[in-house]
């Protein structure tokens, strides 16, 4: 039977793998100089629960390493996101 925590996995599974193949396709348009993703775009992303899944973007696909918003905005947004995690799974 899956309850309702399962299914919160599953989402957050599935979101941080969006997040992470968007990172990997801002990283291709950026190398092929087409249009790209805005930045405040993907630190939101980040935000809204997709923080490892950027987090990892930029390691595997080496993009947005270099810029100081994100070297401190999503390592922020990870600790936002553990910390709302562990709130939702008290109550």
């Given amino acids: 039977m899956v309850n309702g925590y399962d299914i ?3 989402v957050l599974v599935v979101w941080n793998a969006i997040t992470f193949l968007i990172m990997g396709i801002d990283k291709y348009k950026a190398c092929k100089d087409r249009r790209r ?5 993907l630190i939101t992303m980040a935000f809204l629960f997709g923080s490892i ?3 990892l973007g930029m390691l595997v696909f080496r993009h947005k390493i ?3 918003l ?9 600790v936002v996101n553990v910390l709302l995690l562990t709130l939702i799974n008290i109550y």
């Fill in 53 to 55: 899944g950027t987090f």
């Fill in 70 to 78: 994100f070297i401190i905005m999503v390592p922020i947004a990870i």
């Fill in 66 to 68: 270099r810029k100081t």
């Fill in 8 to 10: 919160l996995i599953i």
């Fill in 37 to 41: 993703i805005r930045e405040s775009t």
